[in-house]
């Protein structure tokens, strides 16, 4: 899948290196800054957007492997592949991160809470980079409500109709 991807990015001209990570896991986020560095020399913007957001039966009924998987993607990942990237962009040239949060951050309901509460805490982390490697390093969040991607397909045929967001939908992809 990696070379997949690589393989359409040259397509359009640029350069490409693929490499498998779990970003949840510290030592392939510390292989993956590194193969970047090796292969480019600098990275100048980082988007920390892997995710994921199980349903919880309840909060009682919520394992504790749950809960670990869910920090350990929405925010220990970002907080280890930031603090690497941030700290030789402000040692560099600068840079950007931005940190793909999410409203459901700010508006939390019982079935996600976990997902949720990382995501409250990846928006914390994001002030406190933003501080820490300013002023040569950009670091900002973006918080979606709900977008219409692969994950939506396995949604509530309704949800769509209930939805608070202002334009009444879910968002597109190419909108973000």
């Known amino acids: 899948s990696c070379e997949a991807a690589a393989n359409e990015i040259r397509a359009l001209g640029r350069r490409a290196l693929p490499v498998a990570c ?3 896991r510290w030592q392939d986020l510390d292989q993956l800054v590194e193969r970047s560095y090796g292969e480019f020399g600098r990275v100048d913007v ?4 892997a995710g994921m957001s199980p349903v919880a039966p309840s909060s009682l009924e919520t394992s504790e492997d749950l809960i670990d998987k869910v920090i350990d993607l929405n925010f220990k990942g970002p907080f280890r592949l ?3 990237v941030g700290r030789r962009m402000a040692a560099g040239d600068g840079g950007s991160i931005i940190n793909v949060s999410s409203y459901g951050s700010l508006r939390p309901l019982p079935e996600y809470a976990p997902y949720a509460g990382a995501k409250s805490a ?10 820490e490697f300013a002023p040569k390093v950009r670091v900002n969040g973006i918080l979606p409500g709900s977008f219409r991607t692969d994950i939506a397909r396995h949604w ?5 109709s209930k939805t ?3 334009l009444r939908r879910f968002g597109e ?3 973000i």
């Open 22 to 24: 779990h970003a949840a």
């Open 156 to 160: 509530p045929a309704d949800k769509e």
């Open 173 to 175: 992809p190419d909108e």
């Open 82 to 84: 930031s603090a690497l």
């Open 164 to 166: 608070d967001a202002v």
């Open 46 to 49: 980082l988007i920390n957007n």
């Open 122 to 131: 990846l928006n914390s982390l994001t002030i406190a980079h933003a501080v």
